[in-house]
């Protein structure tokens, strides 16, 4: 069986084109309902595909149900953090909670942060069961699959400060190895974070996941109106029911101009939908794309860098480089994706022998926009509190780290009054104390009360 192949065809004329890989937008995994009842843990659906009988069977376990609405976003930042971090081959994202919710298009707030949490738990719990589904780019054929959506969430830094934490996240192995492997299609994330709700967003995707079954997008896709329920968890074998669920859909698509319009034909149950798509933009160089994958870059990465660097005489600069390059190349794709991305440190001119990839470089500049991330967010937070919420704020800091016991009773009242006399910079003795947690107690109040209380 062959099937014509993905090689991410990212546009260059859209600044906030994601990615999606196409199993997972195909097959519909997560629901598409915003809500579902205490004992919805598990469902099963079966269709024809062609000559294939494809089965996917969706088990919540240790308590939870089935992923539904918001699990789409949430699933949708942590591919696309996969790949802005380079498609690890441990399938590892690491990033904080803050920066998973603006990718994820949700606003930043106590209670996105703990509808993530929750989500994630839904997602590690759930596990897939997939026969004759799975397009296996390596093997050029469809496969059984069986996994956990995540395959393992690790809160690496935990703060009192929700933003401010440090999740590392696991993809399972069928999904991260297909992304790497290029089985991915284009996302525009700015059209995905503009549509109202969790259905509109979860039929979106799965309906531009059809469209780009074959590698480039079709003008059009038909479904089956029963079928087209069932694989969006519209469960209802009635006609008028699933027309009246998909039908603020159909006119949300419309008006962002991703559909131009949706035509139905025949009757009752053997209805069909036709769904009719805008021109799509065109994709980036096909050429500069081959050069960069033939020498080791994945596809997604490759197709991200195009996205976002057109300039084409940027890109031939190193490859010139990486093709005179003397060295060892144990990971090749890493050594170009770094040519691309730091050209300075490899030289101006092929006479000069350029200088080692550096790992350790290349992870310390990791930590460091982890580390950026983490305060930016808090900082974020910490100005939209109002005064009274930043002292709560305060005291917290001032007991989680320890500085209380080495204060006065004095001391703390000096602090209030002048607090609520509006004379203190909360924000910046809530930062100062975040920045020093790792110091020792007694020196950090030493020091903070001669900054902040003039003793």
């Known amino acids: 069986m ?18 999606d890989e196409l199993n997972v937008g195909q097959l519909s995994l997560i629901s598409a309902q915003s809500r579902v009842p205490g004992n919805y843990t598990s469902w099963s659906r079966t269709y024809q595909a062609g000559e294939r009988t494809v089965k996917v069977t969706c088990t919540a376990l240790t308590g939870e149900v089935v992923p539904h609405g918001l699990d789409n976003d949430v ?3 942590i591919i696309n953090l996969y790949v802005e971090q380079g498609c690890s081959a441990n399938g590892i994202v690491r990033t904080t909670l803050y920066r998973l919710l603006s990718v994820a298009g949700l606003p930043v707030s106590a209670h996105y942060y703990r509808e993530v949490r929750q989500s994630l738990r839904r997602l590690q719990s759930t596990n897939y069961q997939i026969e004759q589904g799975w397009w296996s780019r390596g093997k050029e054929r469809y496969v059984d ?8 969430v690790v809160v690496v830094q935990e703060e009192r400060d929700n933003a401010a934490s440090v999740l590392e996240i696991r993809l399972p192995d069928e999904v991260a190895q297909s992304i790497r492997e290029g089985y991915v299609k284009p996302l525009d994330l700015d059209v995905y974070h503009r549509l109202n709700s969790p259905p509109v967003r979860a039929i979106y995707r799965t309906l531009d996941a059809l469209r780009w079954e074959l590698g480039t997008p079709k003008e059009m896709v038909s479904v089956g109106l029963l079928d087209w329920g069932e694989r969006l968890s519209i469960y209802s074998t009635e006609p008028d029911k699933i027309r009246r669920v998909l039908q ?13 319009r949706v035509e139905m034909e025949g009757r009752g149950k053997a209805q069909i939908l036709n769904y009719h798509f805008t021109q799509p933009n065109v994709g980036p160089d096909p050429e500069l794309l081959r050069e960069l994958t033939s020498r080791g870059m994945y596809p997604a990465v490759a197709g991200k860098y195009l ?41 101006n001119g092929l006479e000069e022998e350029p200088a080692p ?9 990791s930590a460091k ?3 950026e991330e983490a305060a930016q967010a808090l900082t974020d937070e910490l100005y939209a509190l109002t005064d009274e919420r930043l002292l709560k704020r305060l005291e917290s800091h001032l007991s989680f780290s320890g500085l ?8 703390l009242h000096d602090l209030k009054t002048r607090a609520a006399a509006g004379e203190l910079p909360l924000i910046d003795m809530i930062q100062y104390i975040s920045q020093r947690l790792t110091a020792p107690p007694e020196d950090t109040a030493a020091e903070f009360k001669v900054k902040f209380l003039g003793s």
Not at 2 to 19: E, Q, Y
Not at 248 to 260: D, K, M, R, T, V
Not at 357 to 364: C, N, Q, S
Not at 404 to 410: D, E, G, K, N, V
């Open 145 to 152: 699959a069986s996994f956990n959506y995540l395959w393992k």
């Open 357 to 365: 990839i550096a790992k350790t470089a290349l992870l310390r500049v």
């Open 75 to 77: 699933m949708v930042a």
């Open 307 to 347: 996205t976002e660097h057109p300039d084409p005489a940027a890109v031939m600069r190193a490859l010139k480089k990486f093709d005179a390059y003397p060295g060892h190349r144990q990971n090749p794709g890493a050594l170009l994706r770094d040519m691309l991305l730091y050209p300075e440190q490899y030289g």
């Open 404 to 411: 209380r016991p080495f204060l006065s009773a004095q001391d």
């Open 248 to 260: 603020p859909a159909h006119e949300e698509l419309c008006q962002n101009g991703i559909l131009s």
């Open 369 to 371: 926009q982890v580390e």
């Open 2 to 19: 062959s099937k014509k192949s993905v090689m991410v065809p990212l546009t260059s004329l859209a600044p906030d084109m994601g990615h």
